[in-house]
């Protein structure tokens, strides 16, 4: 317990001390009070065993004087009980601790239960009382559910259903519980504390009606004629589960089916009840019972059905007008003749409930989707639903069904295109290849066949629907194969200047490698002696350039060679440079022919292509204007 408390009050009848205490303090009082209370339980069963014949009384002196051992060795340690052998129930830091009681009577007798708590049962609502009366004793008295007790002595504030009742010097702690819930279903002991004395556990079952039965459907159910009846009845919540039988006409049905739940807290279950009829033992009117009923409801509850024989709503739809352009106005009619009558319309596109309109009638302004997503019209009456669906006949121009994807395939094998339109009436497809103005396929699917380099390009997929419209899609082919490498074999520069070579690659996959080699010199890259190599990407491929700074008369004898490499194999161009004569020093720059695939214009270390069959070689100055229109160059830079 560490240090002693002053005690904060003193009642001197019952030499009661009240101290505050932590909760480090509370578990040694705790633990001691238990130790306590088993040591006296135990000296309890050997006194009942003791005879009043002679070697019974000595063996009963001998407890005596064991007893009254323990009542002074108990009197040093009274200032260590707890005030209960089992847990505290309490979240508060005030412990009522009672010290220095004693648990022999004013007579000098031992503390005797003349009332304990019973095994009750006790229907959930009602109020009970547990009674517990210890004669002659004046200690504290703690009520234990369920191995933790509710409060020490009279005070149970932490339960306001509960209240200890009875006259306290008489000895009575009757338990007192108004309006028993299902939590109150457990087990209570009496225990004194001074006395280490516990009553028997008690057992307080708590019955729990079940609530009112339902049946599913109900109160009228409603069946077509010819068809069997399943009525499901279920009541919940009950303690026990609760019995379900049907009743008809005063007589209980056999056959149902009947299963039951145990819900979360353990205690209560759900009861289901599933009554099959046949249709030849069905009328309409019939009134049927559901009767649910356990021990806390002897009398049981009940609720009934009323059997309506019907038939479903008969529905046409009608579309007006078909078929029809897209864009244009179309008019819903649903009709239908029901017993009992119509209660409800619901109208759905495609799945889709349209909740703007609940009538007959749907007006609406048609596009494509209306020839592929029908107009359904739901009507109800209360025996059911009947779900009736058009579509319309909408002409429109092509939609996309299935989008081509641009492919990039190995030099020699198979590229197949994929193309679906959809539009109606029945539309045309035509493949292409961008630029040639050849009809390659009619169908979906473009397959081409061990393709080249030359296969490579723009693709297009054009779809028409006859007098109503068209669409196209295009897609590119990527063919992979080893590079080629575009340049002219004779380039210019000054001489004592610097001097440039270039090579296009083009390359799919792109070059692993790229090499200048002269007499015996390699350079991929950097710069070795008055040589640079530098590499630039361009969408159309790769630019790679030999730069030589002061250029000698040599540089004009020696063969380059401009290599790429990549998976699929390699390509060299052989260059040579050619010195440029002073009349055409001029700062502009100069055309290359680069093998057929157009002219390329060297600009401040970029380089522009033209689309140009006849491009030639020549300097830009002055006359740049005249010579792009003589040669029809069309400047595209990449």
């Known amino acids: ?104 009577s004013g007579h000098g007798t031992v503390a005797m239960f003349s009332q304990q708590p019973q ?94 039965p339902v049946i599913s459907g109900g109160p009228v159910v409603s069946l077509r004629a010819g068809d069997p009846l399943n009525l499901t009845c279920h009541a919940d919540n009950a303690k026990p589960a609760a019995s379900i039988i049907w009743i008809r006409n005063g007589e209980v049905l056999n056959g149902a089916m009947y299963s039951k739940t145990l819900l979360r807290d353990g205690k209560r279950e759900s ?44 529905v046409n739809l009608s579309v007006e007008p078909q078929p029809v352009l897209e864009g244009n106005l179309v008019k819903f009619h649903c009709s239908a003749k029901a017993n009992p009558p119509v209660t409800h319309y619901r109208w759905a596109k495609g799945g889709s409930i349209i909740k703007e309109v609940s009538g007959d009638t749907y007006e609406v302004i048609v596009d494509h989707s209306f020839f592929t997503e029908p107009v359904s019209c739901e009507v109800t009456n209360p025996l059911g639903s009947t779900n009736i669906s058009r579509n319309v006949d909408v002409y429109f ?137 530098e590499t630039v990407n361009t969408e159309e491929g790769v630019i790679s350039t030999l730069t030589m700074s002061n250029i000698v008369p040599a540089d004009f004898q020696t063969i380059y060679n401009c290599t790429a490499w990549n998976s699929f194999g390699s390509d060299t161009e052989i260059i040579r440079l050619k010195e440029q004569g002073g009349s055409q020093g001029s700062t502009g720059s100069t055309f290359l022919l680069f093998k057929s695939r157009g002219c390329g214009f060297l600009e401040s270390d970029h380089v522009a292509f033209y689309s140009l069959p006849t491009c030639k070689q020549g300097t830009h100055g002055d006359d740049y204007a005249s010579q792009m229109h003589t040669h029809s160059c069309v400047r595209q830079w990449k």
């Not at 229907?123 to 009366?133: D, E, H, M, R």
């Not at 149970?156 to 509960?162: A, D, E, K, Q, V």
């Not at 010097?169 to 819930?181: A, D, K, M």
Request: hydrophobic share 35%.
């Open 119 to 212: 095994d009750l049962v006790v229907v959930a609502g009602q109020p009970v009382t547990l009674p517990c009366s210890i004669p002659g004793y004046h200690g504290v008295v703690l009520w234990i559910k369920n191995g933790l007790a509710l409060g020490v002595g009279r005070d149970l504030s932490g339960y306001p259903r509960y209240t200890v009742i009875g006259d306290h010097g008489s000895g009575e702690h009757h338990l007192r519980i108004q309006r028993v819930e299902l939590t109150d279903d457990a087990v209570f002991e009496c225990q004194a504390v001074q006395a280490a004395m516990r009553s028997r556990p008690a057992r307080l079952t708590v019955l729990v009606p079940p609530e009112d």
């Open 397 to 533: 121009g092509p939609r996309m069904a299935a989008e081509p994807q641009s492919l990039q395939v190995d030099l020699g094998s198979d590229a197949v295109f994929n193309c679906a339109w959809t539009g109606n009436p029945s539309l045309t497809i035509v493949w292409m290849k961008r630029g040639s103005g050849v009809v390659l396929s009619n169908e979906n699917l473009l397959t081409l066949k061990s393709v080249r380099q030359e296969d490579a390009g723009k693709y297009v997929c054009r779809a028409v629907v006859p007098r109503v419209g068209a669409g196209e899609k295009e897609v590119s082919l990527t063919v992979n194969g080893p590079p080629t490498i575009s340049s002219t074999q004779t380039q210019q520069a000054l001489h004592g200047e610097k001097g440039q070579i270039k090579c296009f690659i083009r390359s799919t996959p792109p070059p692993d490698r790229i090499a200048w080699s002269w007499k015996e010199t390699v350079l991929e890259s950097g710069t070795s002696g008055r040589y640079t190599v």
């Open 271 to 314: 009861t289901v009840s599933t009554l099959y009829l046949s249709p030849s033992n069905i009328e309409t009117g019939q009134q049927i019972i559901c009767k649910a009923s356990n021990k806390a409801v002897p009398n049981g509850k009940e609720t009934s059905v009323t059997i309506d024989i019907q038939h479903l709503p008969l």
């Open 1 to 104: 317990m560490g240090k002693e408390k002053p005690c904060e009050r003193q009642r001197q009848s019952e030499r009661v001390c009240i101290l505050r205490v932590s909760g480090e303090d509370t578990e040694s009082l705790q633990a001691h009070t238990t130790k306590r209370a088993r040591k006296g339980r135990a000296d309890n069963r050997l006194h009942s065993r003791v005879t009043h014949r002679g070697k019974r009384h000595r063996e009963t002196g001998e407890g005596e004087r064991r007893r009254r051992t323990r009542r002074r060795g108990g009197q040093k340690t009274d200032n260590q009980l707890s005030s209960g052998f089992a847990p505290l129930h309490s979240a508060v830091m005030i412990l009522w601790v009672l010290l220095l009681l004693p648990w022999i």
